[in-house]
């Protein structure tokens, strides 16, 4: 679970985004006196011309972030540029998009937005947390030899702050395997958090092994021995381990499961 920043290729979708945006900049920067260095500036502190550019010459996907500041800036709606983004902001103004059942105070969007109110959303509420396109097997180890940043996940603040979260510490992956089963199913979104590297008794954690990344309980026996436990019960197929304290911290813990979201 190394950082791996390689952006995936953009989709047919993303390009004419970019276009559209494009295409409204340069039509309405004159008179609305429009620099790529004010939206940079609009879009908080690091972000620079240079990204700004990305954004509208097809190199950085639109994010709703981005999203909108530019459609405050440029006066439009942003379904005007992108239909899609449109649409997980109507959602997540509803309060429907991404919503778990196992986490209910802590919705979820696919793209990441920032501190800015936009049709009755106070952005500001949330907190954005990088998605990897990686996988933890609940099952056999799954091999992340690379992986790209896809998007981000929004999460209330205020859930992260009760769980004693922080932002930087944070990593959204993704399940793969039925092991874990019932609590986590295949492809399951997983919030880790990477600060989290200590076994605890009860909890899920990712682990790094030679055989690739796995998701397991961690079950500490009356001897202080562990068991890396499958939730799944059919444990002929996935069946439990017992380590030594030793042995356990052999393992490397890449972080605890702290929120998982999936279908129902």
């Not at 907190?127 to 999460?155: C, K, S, V, W």
């Amino acid at each position: 679970m190394s950082k791996n920043t390689r952006k995936l290729p953009l989709t047919e979708e993303q390009l004419l985004e970019s276009d559209r945006l494009k295409a409204l900049f340069e039509g309405k920067k004159k008179e609305l006196g429009l620099t790529q260095e004010k939206i940079a500036a609009e879009l908080g502190d690091g972000v620079t011309q240079g990204a700004v550019s990305h954004f509208l010459n097809r190199r950085t996907a639109l994010n709703l972030e981005a999203a909108v500041v530019f459609a405050r800036l440029l006066k439009v709606p942003v379904a005007e540029f992108s239909e899609r983004l449109a649409a997980d902001l109507d959602r997540l103004r509803d309060g429907t998009l991404g919503l778990s059942s196992s986490a209910p105070e802590a919705p979820a969007v696919k793209d990441e937005v920032a501190s800015r109110d936009h049709q009755g959303v106070d952005l500001e509420k949330y907190t954005f947390i990088d998605q990897y396109d990686a996988r933890a097997a609940a099952g056999p180890g799954y091999e992340n030899h690379h992986f790209a940043l896809r998007n981000t996940m929004a999460f209330k603040t205020d859930w992260l702050r009760a769980k004693g979260a922080k932002a930087k510490n944070l990593k959204v992956i993704y399940a793969h395997g039925e092991s874990m089963w019932p609590t986590i199913s295949d492809r399951d979104v997983l919030l880790v958090d990477e600060s989290c590297i200590e076994p605890v008794d009860g909890q899920i954690f990712v682990m790094g092994t030679l055989d690739g990344d796995i998701v397991k309980r961690l079950i500490k026996t009356e001897s202080g021995d562990w068991i890396v436990c499958s939730d799944n019960p059919d444990k002929a197929r996935y069946p439990n381990k017992e380590l030594s304290e030793e042995e356990i911290n052999e393992h490397r813990l890449l972080g605890r499961v702290i929120w998982r979201g999936g279908d129902l």
